[in-house]
């Protein structure tokens, strides 16, 4: 397994770069708020990567956790979490999450910086959303500034209003929300040949003239917020 932005390996992040050590609080952070808002008994974690955020909750919130089957699509990085973050409350699955289905609804569905990465951002909040117990609690997370200019791995941008709409469309009801804010350096956006930055788009002054539209967000995303990338953690709810 290597370490990258993208899918992030906590015991190689922690004597990496400083921008993965970051990345890796900043998931850290979204794991914790997960945990203090979920419903107690089955939850899903959907997109897990390597397992660490499954882990944390299973560890931190065991008594509040029946069962947690964490799901992602790359067997590689399912091998990985079964040899590193075995836990006795912890299912690994390595599954497609349009498909995933278990036959006891979930209480809870958490997933973590995935929707960006989806072509049918809107089909996937609703499938799991039908999943969702009576009562039972989405929580997601996703950049809502720019990042399909930089990042060839996401396939939406998204706003804070465009994003929640999302879950609004679905039926879900929202219950609290959070920002986080993490600030950079324009050297980042053009280090490609940084192995620590894997997750860094190659050739990003070709990707601006082809796609004229995305450097036009990035320079209003810079004059509004300056050079901070933000990330919207939500909490929604089905009634």
């Known amino acids: ?20 050590k970051a990345s890796l609080e900043l998931h850290m952070q979204r794991y914790e708020f ?21 882990y944390f909750l299973s560890t931190t919130y065991e008594q509040e956790i029946t069962k947690l089957f964490a799901v992602d699509i790359d067997k590689k990085s399912i091998d990985y979490a079964q ?20 036959h006891e609804k979930p209480d809870t569905i958490i997933s973590i910086e995935t929707i960006e990465h989806l072509s049918q951002p809107a089909q996937f909040v609703q499938r799991l959303a039908s999943q969702l117990k009576e009562g039972g609690r989405f929580i997601a997370s996703a950049p809502v500034t720019p990042s399909m200019d930089a990042n060839p791995f996401h396939l939406q941008d998204f706003t ?39 997750a860094i788009r190659r050739n990003l002054f070709q990707y601006y003239l082809q796609h004229p539209s995305k450097l036009l967000l990035r ?21």
């Not at 990258?4 to 993965?20: F, G, H, K, N, T």
């Not at 004059?223 to 953690?233: H, R």
């Open 1 to 20: 397994m290597n370490n990258s932005l993208e899918r992030i390996i906590p015991d190689y992040a922690q004597a990496s770069s400083p921008e993965e």
């Open 34 to 54: 997960a945990g203090k808002h979920l419903k107690p008994g089955i939850v899903y974690d959907v997109a897990c990567g390597v397992g660490y955020g499954s």
């Open 83 to 102: 040899e590193r973050y075995q836990h006795q409350k912890i299912e690994f699955c390595n599954e497609d999450a349009f498909v995933f289905q278990q």
């Open 160 to 198: 804070v209003t465009s994003f929640k709409k999302l879950f609004q469309d679905a039926g879900l009801k929202e219950i609290t929300c959070q920002l986080q804010h993490q600030p950079y350096g324009l050297n980042q956006l053009f280090r490609n040949k940084n192995s620590n930055n894997r």
């Open 219 to 239: 320079i209003k995303s810079t004059i509004t917020d300056g050079l901070v990338n933000k990330y919207l953690l939500v909490v929604y709810e089905k009634s």
